[in-house]
């Protein structure tokens, strides 16, 4: 029987280096810019080491995107590509060292340079869409963390098994990118650290939001950077009308700022289950009733829910539900900085394959597939320095686009725990199907 021999030419860094790498996602997340943020934060090491700074960086990314093993197991991964080259292969105890030495800063600092919005992120109406919301994610139970991070209360059965960190972000509808996050105590609140995300907003964004953030000092911290507001307040939040507008909606006065108002009720026709019916009390900056229909804005506000999505494909898909695993907080905090950096680079490989593709939305861009698809080219350290032929959409985005999404059904669902604190079966009668819907929208006359 003849053989066949497969050669294959790999592109790294040099010598000790070339464990530094992120596969294909090198190309988002280049040799230059982690040398960059190390310089700026005076984290490069003073020799040259087994573990380089710029390597343990990349291992921290890496290990955001293999949630499942620890740091010895994604350093095997980083380093199985390599064939041939000599490589170092430390122990747990090097690897906690070099994560220490190279600290949170330069963590910070990459996601500071790879936030913000994909160039020709789709607009409407010459708007950047963006939401607003926050999460928690589990971390380990200790001491340390316990002090640092709090636990939340949960009655009459104690408190949470683990203690928690609060993280708050602004997303790009659309291409689900993070403009901005912050992260901290779960014993603060989401309005607690929503001022301190207000910094990455600019003028021709418009920012979703619920009904927590309907506080009159964020929404004119909003309006001072230029940015627009839609947001969903209380029903029975009393507000004094000053100018009805022709489409039933009306104009109101909130601190500084003129607010209009739209009340509407949503019917969602149910082809084989229930109706359902919800009424919505918004307030937007867009005051202009004539360019911005209130049906449409009603319409609009639905896109909030894509921040929801994004803390699904993070917590889900990416942790796969997992408490993270650093065991002090400024591990975390390193961990959290590090999860962030991968996210947002995988979300930028994804809108730069959909965005050549004018009539592909980017919301059909898998972030499944382009997860998996990164981890393979990890492996193989593969694409990690473009060739002489650039591929601007490269195998990520190639295994995206045949691999698109359908397009999103318009579907209801109830609002429910879907995990619940106890392993029984809940006794609730709630019906727990999602049906397909056709929704009316009825503006209420101010």
């Known amino acids: 029987m003849g053989q066949c021999v497969i050669t294959r030419v790999v592109g790294v860094a040099s010598g000790r280096f070339a464990p530094g790498h992120l596969g294909e996602l090198t190309q988002i997340v280049p040799f230059e810019m982690v040398d960059e943020v190390l310089a700026s934060t005076r984290r490069l090491q003073v020799r040259v080491r087994d573990l380089p700074s710029r390597v343990v960086v990349y291992l921290l ?13 994604v350093w095997a991964r980083l380093v199985a590509g390599l064939d041939g080259l000599a490589v170092a292969m430390p122990s747990s ?84 990118t993070i403009l ?80 209009r108002v739209i009340e509407a009720e949503i019917h969602s026709h149910c082809a084989d289950g229930p109706a359902r019916t919800g009424r919505y009390r918004l307030l937007t900056t867009l005051t202009d009733h004539h360019r911005y229909p209130a049906r449409d804005l009603v319409d609009l506000y639905h896109h909030r829910w894509e921040i929801e999505t994004t803390y699904l494909e993070m917590k889900s898909t990416t942790l796969h539900g997992r408490v993270l695993r650093a065991r002090t907080p400024d591990g975390i905090t390193q961990e959290v900085y ?12 994804i809108a730069d394959a959909t965005l050549t593709h004018p009539a592909t939305p980017p919301d059909r861009g898998s972030f499944t597939i382009a997860l998996n698809t990164a981890r393979d080219q990890i492996i193989h350290a593969a694409n990690v320095i473009a060739a002489t032929t650039i591929d601007l959409i490269g195998k990520i985005g190639h295994a995206v686009l045949a691999n698109l999404l359908t397009n999103r059904r318009a579907r209801t669902s109830p609002r429910i725990t879907k995990r619940a604190s106890s392993k029984h079966r809940a006794t609730a009668t709630t019906d727990r199907n999602n049906y397909k819907t056709t929704t009316t929208i009825h503006i209420h006359d101010g």
């Not at 913000?116 to 409407?124: C, D």
């Open 93 to 176: 105890s090097a690897l906690s060292q070099a994560r220490r030495r190279v600290g949170v800063a330069p963590l910070r600092a990459l996601f500071d340079l790879l936030a913000g919005p994909p160039v020709g992120a789709p607009r409407w109406r010459g708007w950047l869409l963006c939401a607003i919301d926050g999460t928690t994610l589990s971390v380990p139970n200790g001491e340390k963390n316990v002090s640092a991070y709090g636990r939340h209360a949960a009655g009459p059965n104690g408190d949470a098994g683990y203690p928690m960190v609060r993280l708050l972000a602004v997303v790009a509808c659309g291409t689900r």
């Open 180 to 259: 901005g996050a912050v992260f901290g105590s779960c014993d603060a609140g989401e309005t607690t650290y929503a001022p301190r995300l207000v910094g990455c907003l600019r003028p021709g964004m418009l920012l979703l939001a619920d009904r927590n953030f309907a506080v009159k000092d964020l929404f004119e911290s909003v309006a001072g950077t230029g940015a627009g507001l839609l947001i969903r307040c209380k029903d029975n939040r009393r507000l004094q009308p000053v100018r009805r507008c022709g489409d039933g909606t009306w104009l109101t006065r909130v601190g500084t700022l003129t607010l």
């Open 61 to 73: 990314l890496a290990a955001a995107l293999f949630s499942e093993m620890g740091y010895g197991q």
């Open 338 to 349: 590090a999860l962030l950096a991968a996210y947002q680079a995988l979300r930028t490989a």
